[in-house]
């Protein structure tokens, strides 16, 4: 998946402003600060957010930005396509029928990254800021594949 810092640092971000509103508008600064998030990037990611509909900027003196909706029907997958982030494994474009070789055939792992693109997308789409403001994750702890490393070092 090719999720960069743009992605991770919108939903730190989302999840804290969520956290930290309590309905109120809380500025971008105070979000940089806890964070550890540049304000400057921070502006254009909040600029993307805006735009797409997921906060609302308040202007004026104790203004700043709130959730648009209620952070249970925020879903992460909203937030990573908000600022451009495209949710797939494969270097092709989804939907074309030319493939990433130099061919422009579709290489022969093609179908695999495109499920796991696909099962990304899925748990992001199931999973809401509250659900990571309330650490409601499924799946989390141990990495599966901790297990595997751990039973193939007996061998």
Not at 41 to 68: H, N
Request: positive net charge; aromatic residues 6%; hydrophobic residues 40%.
């Amino acid at each position: 998946m090719k999720l960069s810092t743009k992605g991770r640092y919108a939903v730190m971000a989302m999840v804290d402003l969520a956290q930290k509103s309590g309905g109120q508008p809380v500025s971008l600064a105070d979000i940089a600060e806890r964070q550890d998030i540049s304000l400057s990037y921070l502006e254009q990611l909040f600029a993307k957010l805006r735009r797409s509909g997921v906060v609302k900027s308040i202007r004026g003196p104790g203004g700043g930005y709130i959730l648009s909706r209620r952070a249970d029907r925020i879903h992460i997958a909203d937030i990573v396509l908000a600022v451009d982030e495209p949710v797939r494994m494969t270097r092709c474009s989804p939907g074309s029928p030319e493939g990433c070789g130099a061919d422009q055939a579709r290489c022969s792992t093609h179908e695999l990254w495109e499920a796991l693109g696909n099962q990304i997308y899925g748990f992001l789409s199931s999973v809401t800021v509250a659900d990571v403001c309330a650490r409601r994750i499924s799946g989390t702890g141990q990495p599966a594949w901790a297990n595997a490393v751990k039973r193939s070092a007996v061998f």
